[in-house]
């Protein structure tokens, strides 16, 4: 099993639809989670981290499930500007001096959003 | 607030020939990261450096060294290019290495090596 696996897409969806990533880990150490979104040949940016409590921005809601070791983004009321490849971000969880080791993304998961 | 700069942001380099790539920060953050990004791989760690003074190989490091200059800088040498190392290259920074506040990429370097 890959340490973070991502959906690929692409996700085809209309404007106003509600859309759902998930992304799996499978170090059950790792501590931190984000969700990142790129732009076509533009660098990834942080889009919201992932708490265990989950939590909410606007329209985007993201959730942790520890038990089965998957993180998922949810989009509503999709908008055009949405269009995007989003990354799952997990830490490695190895210990280096304390630390938590090294962020490891997915691959990313592809979103079209159609008019 | 200029975050983390990239420079540069386009190359063309034929086999054999070297370059540094030049990573600055100016957010005061400890642990700074060189990717790369092919079609279908998704983004790959090249090296890293967890705090000024130390560094370490990432997932696929052959091919590349680098220099934590300052806590400011990072650069990434390919000391022969190879047409394999045509790729999207970013720079990255976090507060710490454990990433608990995520991290800031730059703009990318595209270098394309023929």
């Known amino acids: 099993r890959k340490e973070v696996e991502q959906d690929p897409g692409p996700f085809n969806v209309p404007e106003g639809a509600t859309v759902a990533f998930n992304c799996t880990y499978s170090?059950?150490?790792?501590?931190?989670f984000f969700w990142y979104r790129q732009d076509c040949r533009k660098e990834p940016k942080l889009l919201m981290s992932?708490?265990?409590s989950g939590n909410e921005d606007g329209r985007f809601t993201a959730q942790l499930n520890r038990a089965s070791q998957y993180i998922s983004l949810l989009i509503r009321d999709s908008k055009l500007s949405d269009s995007a490849t989003y990354l799952c971000?997990?830490?490695?969880?190895?210990?280096?001096?304390?630390?938590?080791?090294?962020?490891?993304f997915g691959k990313g998961t592809k979103l079209s959003v159609k008019p | 607030n200029a975050g983390v700069t990239q420079t540069p942001k386009f190359q063309v380099l034929k086999t054999g020939q070297s370059m540094t790539l030049q990573c600055a920060q100016d957010?005061?953050?400890?642990?700074m990261y060189w990717y790369r990004q092919d079609p279908g791989m998704g983004l790959r760690l090249i090296y890293y450096?967890?705090?000024?003074?130390?560094?370490d190989k990432g997932e696929v490091p052959n091919g590349y060294n680098v220099s934590r200059l300052n806590k400011r800088e990072f650069s990434l040498r390919l000391e022969s290019a190879a047409p394999s190392q045509t790729s999207v290259y970013f720079c990255?920074?976090?507060?710490?290495?454990?990433?608990?506040?995520?991290?800031?990429f730059g703009s990318g370097t595209r270098l394309t090596v023929v």
């Open positions: 990255a920074s976090s507060r710490n290495q454990g990433g608990n506040y995520g991290y800031t």
């Open positions: 170090n059950s150490a790792s501590q931190s």
């Open positions: 992932v708490y265990s």
């Open positions: 971000a997990v830490n490695s969880g190895k210990i280096y001096g304390g630390s938590q080791g090294n962020l490891i």
């Open positions: 957010m005061n953050h400890n642990s």
């Open positions: 450096s967890a705090s000024e003074g130390t560094t």
